[in-house]
């Protein structure tokens, strides 16, 4: 009895003897207890807000993008998709006038993810682009800002150079630092835009946005929602499993028609080509021949017959700098043939 009256009075003059440190243990146990709490919450609003913006924005469920395009075929295929609403729409990559910065230029969407407005307007005509939010301290509304594409091959904007009407989020690129890859400039994407489809000098759109009847009232973090949106990937996959070979394949088929087209265009240039050269050293034969003869004639007909010979030397010196240019042009005309011959093996 005396020990355990001994220990009660020994513990309560170890908290009186140092109240300090006993209200600071103290609080930091309630601090621990209320950050661990407010982490608990903090998980689910993140969650609502997120899946609020995402409804708000009419977020797609899945995507169908094609490096070759989707054509008539693929599209009627994609309509058919039972319970889904489906919206094509063109995207690009290029890059930044002033360097090497990747952006991504999508057409304008009517119904699937929209993009948010944050200043200004979104584009009505031509010519007319909004920008990413973060673009904003680099940019402001009423600039003009331009963007070049890869250097080889086919361009896929009618114009280079757009007036910005605001800035807008994008619910299909939530981060600001890890966009992902792009195809042009560095390879890493740093920004995106919004522009008109009419911009879009393509003949087959390259994007499908699809959205679900099924997954509309389900939470986009939620296990149900990943289940069926994975169920519905996989009968998509199935569906276009074939259709990237044979759109390969008539493209294939096209650009071998038109290397045809090519070839014979070449063809008949180098013959040309060949045929002027001909004529030329007929030409400047005639001409030495000519000028060997002016010693002979009489002294008036020799400044005569000089003053035309001088002017047909003028004459062919310039059919001379025509046929080279023709040639260089033909060697370049080949290179380009080359090189499409190329891309299709």
Known sequence: MIKRKTYWKDLIQSFTGSKGRFLSILTLMMLGSLALVGLKVTSPNMEATANAYLTTAQT???AVMSNYGLDQEDQEELKQTQG????FGYLTDVTMDNGQDAIRLYSKPERISTFQLREG???QSDKEIALATHLQGQYSVGQEISFKEKEEGHSYLKDHTYTITGFVDSAEILSQRDMGYA???????TAYGVILPSQFDQKVYNIARLKYQDLAGLNAFSSAYEEKSKQHQEDLEQALSDNGKARLQFLKKEGQESLD???ETIDKAETNLQEGKRRLATAQARLQAQES???LLPQAQREQASSQLTQAKQELSKEEDKLKQAEQNLT???EKLEKQSASLG
């Open 183 to 189: 195809g042009s400039g560095s390879g890493t994407l």
């Open 121 to 123: 307007r979104l584009p």
């Open 293 to 295: 003869q002016l010693a």
């Open 84 to 87: 889904a609403e489906v919206e």
């Open 261 to 263: 087209k090519g070839q």
């Open 60 to 62: 797609l469920d899945l």
């Open 332 to 334: 370049q005309e080949k």
